[in-house]
């Protein structure tokens, strides 16, 4: 039943998420990415928030993103721009790499995570129209954020990548473009 006022016995409306967009990390965004967080359980799988903010921004090929519900910051990721940042290897096609994907703990379950790889995929086609791929690994264990990228539309290639500390990880990409059509054919065929 929802929730009635005492003095009119109309019910509540229910707050309307905030929309969620992205946004480069700047000066004034990052003391709320550093206090992100992330359950115990989570950590394995994206490390530390801060400590990731603090390696993004020493490497020249890639670039702190903040997740946005409104004006609060509710999550953060990383973009690698290396060739072979996600899967070890060149995907084919130009392509950039998500890392360190994270959602705070309090604000998890409210939809965010969908609606921050879609407007992240949103981003990248508008500022960086020449990438067409867009690559994670995710791992097996994680079966909550692998079910986030599959519904924010990211395919599993069916390739396992080892190279991950917290064991085996899906290879998941999502095209940012339409297909090359004159492109070499991979062993199978890209999303």
Known sequence: MPDMTAATDRPIPAAEPAPVRVSV??????????????????????????????QTRLDPNSEAMAVLAGERVVGFYRLDFSVAAIAGRALGEPSVGLRAYVIDRREQGRGYGTAAMIACA??????????????????????????VYLKAGFA???????GGSAGPQHLMLLRLTPAPSSSPSPDRPLP
């Open 122 to 147: 949103q981003d990248l086609r508008r500022r960086y129209p020449e990438r067409r791929l867009l690559a994670l690994t995710v791992n097996l264990r994680n079966r909550a954020a692998y079910g």
């Open 156 to 162: 599993d290639t069916g390739e396992l990548y080892h």
């Open 25 to 54: 990390v700047s000066p004034m965004l990052a003391p709320a990415v550093r206090a992100l967080q992330v359950a115990p359980e989570q950590l394995q799988f994206v490390g530390d928030t801060s400590y990731n903010l603090d």
